[in-house]
């Protein structure tokens, strides 16, 4: 047993230095000013920091957020429909896909889904 936990230790400590040491000699010495740079929504970062944000980009990456999340809670309502009972998993589909295209009215009516302004 104290064998195991020898070899374990200093396999551990062996990757533990070669990792390290691999961190040490990859790193490049010339340092690109662009490419250290944050990238956020194709906006210059060098310029000023108050220039006018679309609130645009914003909505349209919460609706799409809000899709993935539609999409992650209808998958498994089709695989349990084998173990629950029909009427209430209609009834629990049926509302919840309601309350989703009363979300995506609501959106189109509010004209957040024009692409073109």
Known sequence: MFSIILIA???LTIVTIVMFL???LS???LIDREKSSPFECGFDPKS???????LRF???TIILLIFDVEIALILPMI??????NIFVWTFTSIIFILILL????HEWNQGMLNWSN
């Open 9 to 11: 230790s200093l396999i």
């Open 22 to 24: 691999a961190s040490i």
């Open 27 to 29: 790193k490049k010495a």
């Open 48 to 54: 000023s920091s108050r220039l006018p944000f679309s």
């Open 79 to 84: 695989i349990i429909l084998k173990f629950s």
């Open 102 to 105: 009363i979300g995506l009215y």
């Open 58 to 60: 914003f909505l349209i």
